[in-house]
């Protein structure tokens, strides 16, 4: 897809021009089969974009390879097809190349206590990043300065403590420090609050707008949870064993979903209203080893289960793969988009591009 | 942010060695611990402040005048040998070879162990099978065997005890550090550290070599021990100087000078008894600093 | 309220021994469950929602020191003999354990782990207890074929259906679920709500359901209790204190996780400062003071108690009770309150308004 001219309309929020921070192109990640096992396709084919200033929420169940689609993004792991892209530049990855690249993209992980070295005071966790790039100059000062913009005020208070002595919010700040430390320009964040008690959460989600309003970070937040994306994305990009079934503006994706999945992922999330009918898919997710043919979601569609014959004929979705969709943004002129055989026909007033296979 | 600049860069930094502090206080809450360390420490002194009362009037078999194979007077404590030097003495100039020879083993032992544990550990893949198959290999070999073949080859001496022991007692530790290594590595901080920009040397030195220091003190004081065990083992087979004074090679000399014969339990017993308490010490010391370095104890409030 | 109710919880504290000194985990918990009835209780870490949960059955460990009265179709579980206690474990009140996942034995299958508490209770014979247990593990979803594989070989879904099935193998009367759908994706979660759902339907059986998040208690419970440090500061029909909740906490904990479409909650997430205190550094007055963002000078100094909120509801708030009464028992506790009780401030914002 090459870049088009922006409607205005359709533009995201964050800065001028076409350049995004951070990009993938029709990733993919296989593991290798062991013992005679099929080879996973963690990610099977994925475009996403994040614009400058701009949080995109990725949503998922386990096993749709969301977490391995984050560490593609930060490097830690090499893909096995397609490209990532920071600001235009395609990832270079040899050893120097790639640190400098970290100064750039950094990564907050799920569990702050076990991401936080026990032998490591604050000090030194959040020092570590300078001192592996060697930009030691005035680091007491970068030190406190992250701690207090990570919300651990007054940072001499929290300078001496180790990992143990800190609550699971606090330790989630001093990792976010850590990461602010470098300076990055984008954040990739896998889970972080599914660990934290449920007050401490929003304290957390709060701190990443606040960086975003007031250092421009863009940031990927990987979750299950469709709330977190309500309450900080700006987009939301939905995965299913691979592969983004869905994506769009968050008030386009969750208040009217278009794909089956998202839809059934909507209508289980409690809801005070006394007629609520969640749509329960029956099992569970199939492993990325054994992926079905045709659209990956039809054993468990409940459009299809519910497809009269010559409507399953036509649609053929047990046999007719579907297309990558594309990135969604204001630069490729599209705002949002499904992949679905059986896509409903969209209402007139309907103003956005819809693809459909 | 100007009051930041004002102060001092060092009235930022947290305070140095807080966490070695809070070790050494946890530690002396220890009594066992701060026994051993008592026993040991008295040790460390005697052997270190020996040569200022015991010279060659004392050891040379040649100078010395005591009563021969004597048992222990007001003269000599702990009685004479058959050459007629003082059993106290020859206990006490003992004690700096063979304390010496235990801890450069074990240093050894250690430093050999460590590198190839966390390497293997690290790197897996081909590096890591490869340095486990030696290990193994080494693990196969029959540990006395070795060491004794080993002392013959090298020639009689500290050197070479020192060298048999330490070849033939870096695979545990290896074996123990990997294992350790693997279960760190797994640990997210060390994928953080990944993702902050650390390299290979940079993860396996300050990641997990502090992760794994505990298990390494811990092991080394049980390692001492062993080499102790092991020194006394090889000389009192023969393979030691002679003419050198270590407690295997006094009881080297106990029994194959006859003093099993003749009764002489003042020549037999301390050598044994000064092995099992300095063995002992290090075995207390060791389990206390288990006990304070264990990770549980992190988690506390 | 007729007769003797399944499970009458009077006072019950859980104090366990620590290094440092006694930790309280649960001080003076008390409620009421019926047969068939559903009681959500949720908090935070450091709340004792578990420790309350296992200590029903006295399993909560041997450093816990446990008072109080847990009766149990009228007999105190916390004082009958081993025996009884043996007995009545499973095979009147069942645990689902948090962590259910790990909690399976990994070399027995699971048809043999469900046949052992039937065989062991009710003295059936091995092969009948094999028939009861293949039909259990069928009226969870787990097909015939796969009941002699192992728990590795499950999922997690599958394997929280073989500790539910497991739960019911001696037919109880009440089942206590620590946090069941935790660690499950939201799609298996609603899966495992709805199996609860449906077996409390058919079998009348009570369910004690803990978890940390409000809105899964909210559908799946009839009432809801609130923990915070050790005691319950809410409690009441679950559906009402979600949507109208007269506790601060209730009303931060069920902002956290924000309704979808909800323009109040776009881009505006909620959360709480500070942290859930430790139990070691309880405060005087109302625990949750240092964070309430509707904190009086009163509730720094006095205690606090469940008083009525409602119909059927109570609530252990200071701004629950109404003027009169407060300055009236403001001034029966003399020495209590040191400093002026102050009248709370009628919030327009809290009283009834509840969520924004």
Known sequence: MSAEETPAALASPGGPGDVPELEVRDLHVVYPGRRGRSPARAVDGVNLRIGRGEIVALIGESGCGKSTLARALVGLIRPTGGQVLYQGTPLDYSGRALKRYRRHVQLVLQDPGGALNPKQNVYDAVAEGPRLHRLTEGLPQTVHGSLARAGLRPPEDFVARYPHELSGGQQQRVVIAGALALNPSVLVADEPVASLDASVRGEILRLLLDLRDGLGLSALVVSHDLGLAWNIADRVAVMYLGRVVEQGPVEQVLLRPRHPYTQALLSVLPDARPDWRPTLLAGEPPDPTAVPPGCRFHPRCPRWAAATGERRAAAACDRRELPVLPAVAAATGVAAAAACHLLEPMEPSEPTILENA | MTALDARSETALLPPRFAGTRRFVRAFLHRPSGVAGLAVLAFCTILALVAPLFIGPDQLDVTRVNGPLLAPPSAHYPLGTDQAGRSVLMLLIWGSRESLRVGVIATLLTMVIGTAIGIVAGHYGGIVGRLLMHVTDWFIALPGMPLAISLAAVLGQGETSITVAIAVTSWTATARLVRAQTLAVEARPFVERSRALGAGHTQIMLRQVLPNVMPLILVSSTLTIAGAMLSEATLTFLGLGDPTSVTWGEMLNQAFFGGAFTDDAWWYILPPGLAILIVVLGFTLVGRAVEYVLNPRMEKRP | ?356
Not at chain 3, 1 to 8: E, P, S, Y
Not at chain 3, 97 to 122: C, D, K, S, W
Not at chain 3, 328 to 351: H, I, K, M, V
Request: with cysteine; aromatic share 4%; net charge neutral.
């Open chain 3, 1 to 356: 309220m007729n007769g003797t109710a399944l499970l009458d919880v009077r006072d019950l504290t859980v104090t366990y021994r620590g290094a440092g000194g006694p930790i309280p985990a649960v001080r003076g918990v008390g409620f009421r469950l019926e047969r068939g009835d559903t009681l959500g209780v949720a908090g935070e870490s450091g709340s004792g929602k578990s420790t309350m949960a296992l200590s029903l059955l006295r399993l909560a460990g041997t450093s816990a020191k446990v008072s109080g009265q847990v009766l149990f179709e009228g007999e105190d579980l916390l004082t009958v003999r081993w025996s009884r206690l043996r007995a009545v474990r499973w095979a009147g009140a069942s645990v689902v354990f948090q962590g259910a996942m790990n909690a399976l034995n990994p070399v027995r299958t699971v048809l043999e782990q469900i046949v052992e508490p039937i065989v062991l209770h009710e003295r059936t014979r091995v092969r009948e207890a094999a028939r009861r247990a293949a039909d259990l593990l069928e009226s969870v979803g787990i097909p015939r074929r796969r009941m002699r594989s192992h728990p590795h070989e499950f999922s997690g879904g599958q394997r929280q259906r073989v500790m539910i099935a497991m739960a019911l193998a001696c037919d109880p009367d009440l089942i206590i679920a620590d946090e069941p759908t935790t660690a499950l994706d939201v799609m298996v979660q609603a899966q495992i709500l709805e199996l609860l759902a449906g077996l409390v339907r058919d079998s009348r059986v009570a369910v004690i359901m803990i978890s940390h998040d409000l809105s899964v208690l909210a559908h799946a419970c009839d009432r809801l209790a609130v923990m915070y440090a050790g005691r319950i500061v809410e409690l009441g029909p679950a559906r009402q204190v979600i949507a109208d909740p007269r506790h601060p906490y209730t009303r931060a904990l069920s902002r956290a996780f924000p309704t979808i479409g909800d323009p109040a909650s776009r881009l505006a997430p909620s959360g709480l400062a500070g942290d859930p205190p430790r139990p070691t550094e309880l405060p005087e007055g109302c625990s949750f003071a240092a964070r309430c963002p509707v904190v009086m000078d009163a509730c720094r100094s006095r205690e606090t108690e469940l008083w009525p909120a409602g119909r059927d509801r109570t609530a252990a708030c200071l701004r629950v009770l109404p003027d009169a009464a407060d300055a009236q028992t403001a001034a029966a506790r003399s020495s209590a309150a040191p400093g002026p009780a102050a009248a709370p401030e009628q919030d327009p914002d809290l009283e009834g308004a509840g969520a924004e």
